[in-house]
């Protein structure tokens, strides 16, 4: 069964070219950065102004840094970096997170606060060699780090995860409610990939081992980069011919719950549903499901944890 429309995946535009020609070319990268259009980022936050993305021309931040300043690509004749900053910076900025920012950013800003998050959080999680534990250094404009001690190289890591909105064959769907969620947050299933393990054998894994169904068909959706701090996430709808089988795995899911459209509607109206955030997948494979009255019909609390 395929959805009712096609899934809008806010994190999954690109339109920005990446131009990875350019990343070594040291002297073009300092031609360009005092016209640059540069980003601030720092502990997980970004410059902002009236909840948009705040860009300061690159000569307004000093001379170009090679090991904080990531070159994100090119657009329309301009150019894109973002600065990476350890420790917080002055209230001169306002400094607010993807998730709080998102809904309200275009296609090209939202792809290129994606990219700059996901480089950042690689950077501030590996400063050290993974093969002899030297300090490793930015080169490639922030796309690779280089060990000084053995010169190997190593690149961004992503982190492949299945996400998956079970259905039965009453066009119901079922979501489940982590521990850790507050009261009422519901949303689809997620998890890794394990190694060796392919998507569709991870959706089958995943499902079973949290709501205790087995599956009998598996579709595609599409895919959204999630660099909170470095997943991509791989759509899936799914159908069970077992739904009297579902039941909370105790563990990671406390609580599941089957969900028709006349439910959905009337537990967002009597506040017993809060959905995910909006810029997630879990948000748009439900919107998907329900039909063009999902604006309408599910507006309401939403929530990241």
């Known amino acids: 069964m395929a959805p009712k429309k096609p899934l809008k995946l806010p994190l999954a535009v690109a339109e920005v070219d990446r131009a990875a020609h350019l990343r070594t070319d040291?002297?073009?990268?300092?031609?360009?950065?005092?016209?640059?259009?540069v980003m601030i980022f720092v502990n997980e936050r970004f410059s902002t102004k009236q909840n948009q993305l705040l860009f300061t021309p690159g000569d307004l931040l000093g001379s170009y840094q090679s090991a904080t300043d990531y070159f994100l690509g090119l657009k329309d004749n301009q150019t894109f970096f973002v600065r990476h900053l350890s420790e917080d910076i002055q209230s001169e900025y306002e400094l607010k997170t993807l998730r709080e920012i998102g809904t309200f950013l275009s296609p090209r800003d939202i792809g290129l606060a994606v990219h700059a998050q996901g480089l950042a959080n690689w950077h501030q999680k590996h400063p050290m060699c993974s093969q002899c534990g030297g300090p490793t250094v930015v080169i490639?404009?922030?796309a690779v780090r280089k060990c000084l001690a053995d010169n190997s190289e190593h690149y961004p890591r992503t982190d492949g995860a299945i996400i998956v909105l079970v259905k039965d064959e009453t066009d119901r769907i079922l979501l489940g409610r982590q521990k850790v969620w507050p009261k009422n947050r519901?949303?689809?299933f997620a998890g890794f990939v394990e190694p060796g393990e392919s998507f569709e054998n991870c959706v089958i894994r995943e499902v079973e081992e949290e709501a205790g169904v087995k599956l009998t068909q598996i579709n595609y959706l599409g895919s959204q980069p999630w660099p909170f701090p470095a997943s991509l996430m791989i759509a899936f709808e799914a159908?069970?011919?077992?739904?009297e089988l579902a039941r909370a795995d105790g563990e990671e899911i406390e609580e599941i719950r089957w969900f028709s459209r006349s439910d959905m509607k009337q537990a967002i109206l009597n506040n017993s549903l809060i959905l995910p955030l909006e810029i997630s997948v879990a948000r748009q494979m439900i919107k998907a499901w329900y039909g063009d009255a999902a604006?309408?019909?599910l507006k309401?609390?939403?929530s990241w944890r």
């Open 26 to 37: 040291e002297a073009y990268l300092k031609s360009i950065w005092p016209t640059s259009n």
């Open 140 to 142: 490639s404009a922030g």
């Open 186 to 188: 519901f949303s689809t």
């Open 239 to 243: 159908v069970t011919n077992t739904p």
């Open 295 to 297: 604006d309408t019909d």
């Open 300 to 302: 309401g609390n939403e």
